[in-house]
């Protein structure tokens, strides 16, 4: 079938892959934006600090008197000690509300990996994030409420409602991903996590900068959400022989190359826990991908707190630090996936090899350059250069840890991309509200403690995908 008014067909398994994309960048957008609006919501610490609960030798980074504020009667100064219209609570529960989300997200994932399974992932996916919107733009009038009890329950609901999206996510990709093209097409899906990240932080501080309401951003995100919906509910179909405007050159393409698939497909039994609990590889990805999580988890939820309250950077530059590093993440996810494939099909470098050696960039790289900004003390830019290294080294992992699954068992992928984010979503869980117990006072000394831990779980996953993982498709997933 032609697209209407003359439009040439293009490959749809493009289209697939640029609204795994937009899903991916808009999901994360929901939660990387969040951190950076809880800043404006709630009192900055050590502004004026007291004395008393302070040791000896205990850095505090002066506020710097941004005189380049416009329309702003206020300079930063002003702002930040003026906290007497912002939220008063804790660090320790700043945590429990920075980690609100995965409490709901823990529960949901593996049951809709089951309903993927029996009902499809397009209704489930769409179904997601209808109601991702109507919880978004309820979130104003939950704080207003509740204030910190109200945000909890609207972040836990958030978490609930969008535990089916990536294993709905998970399911298109094996009947619209060829596996010579799967590495390239993966990794440029996987980059919306990044391009998410990165757009969110922008806009966030862009927002709230100019409008000086930090409800204005939850506003700015359903309609996103609502649009978002929309393009997937008219753009996407689970099989190419169900899609009305694929082409019959790309749909009998596709047939080809995962008839295999839908034959093995036919023939399953049910998913082999047995074999799979008893499978290495498995829980080598399992526990890479959980100590991979916390580090993501430092950097998407932790990191604007750390530069709102221990380098007291003003939100306009905080939206761009937090940014940048994303950017060039994608940049570095994009050409992992480029040389993966040349690795893999040019130069027949074994598959198992180029995960590992893309694993270990994940941890080394970004373990080493968020240690070092700890050290970089209240030396903004270099604390900042750090932090960009660090965090531009993810883009490693778009074609390692993030798509071993499909080598493993693509015939499992839903029912076992939800164990595995499960896991990851209970280190999520777990990451804000330690790192808010560790850093009670908010102080550079704190934080350099949550900084050394993740960098010995960076080592951790390094250690163990080297000498248990593979990238070998198991003998299990033809079962």
Sequence with gaps: MKLPFGIVSIQQRYVVVAMMFFTLAVVFSLRVSFPIVLTQMVYVPNVNPDESHLTN???????QNDTESVGKPETVVSLLINNTDRYQW?????????????????F????????????????????SLALSALVTILTPMAVEYGEAYGLIATRVLLGFVQGPIFPCLAAFVVPWYP??????????????????????????????????RWDITFYFF??????????????????????????????????????HYENERRNLSSTPWIAIIKCSPVWALILSTALYSWSFSIINT??????????????????????VPKILSIIVSTGSG???????????????????????????????F?????????????????????????????????????DLAPNYVAPLNAVINSLATFVGLLTPFIAGVLTPNALLSEWRTVFWITFSLHLMESVIFTIFGSAVTQKWNSS
């Design 57 to 63: 030798n205990v850095i505090i980074c002066p506020v």
């Design 90 to 106: 804790s660090q320790k529960l700043q945590g429990v509300v920075l980690s609100s989300f995965y409490y709901g997200n823990i």
């Design 108 to 127: 949901s994932e593996i049951p809709a990996s089951i309903l993927v399974q029996r009902y499809g992932a397009k209704i489930l996916l769409l179904t």
């Design 179 to 212: 596996v010579e093209e799967r590495g390239r097409l993966c990794s440029f899906g996987y980059i919306g996590i990044s391009a998410g990240a990165a757009l969110a932080s922008f806009a966030s501080g862009l927002l709230l900068h100019n409008f000086g």
């Design 222 to 259: 359903t309609v996103i959400l609502v649009l978002l919906w929309i393009s997937f509910a008219f753009l996407c179909y689970e099989k190419p022989q169900d899609h009305p405007f694929i082409s019959d050159e790309e749909k009998e393409y596709l047939q080809q190359k995962i008839e």
């Design 302 to 323: 932790d990191l604007p707190k750390y530069l709102n309250d221990v380098l007291h950077v003003s939100i306009d530059k905080n939206g761009i630090y937090s940014s």
């Design 338 to 368: 480029i040389v993966s494939d040349l690795l893999l099909s040019k130069y027949h470098i074994d598959r198992t090899l180029v995960r590992k050696i893309f694993v270990v960039l994940t941890s080394i790289i970004p373990a080493t």
């Design 370 to 406: 968020l240690m070092s900004a700890s050290y970089a003390g209240c030396n903004e830019l270099l604390a900042v250069i750090f932090f960009t290294i660090s965090i531009s080294a993810h883009g490693f992992n778009s074609v390692g840890a993030a798509i071993n699954l499909y």
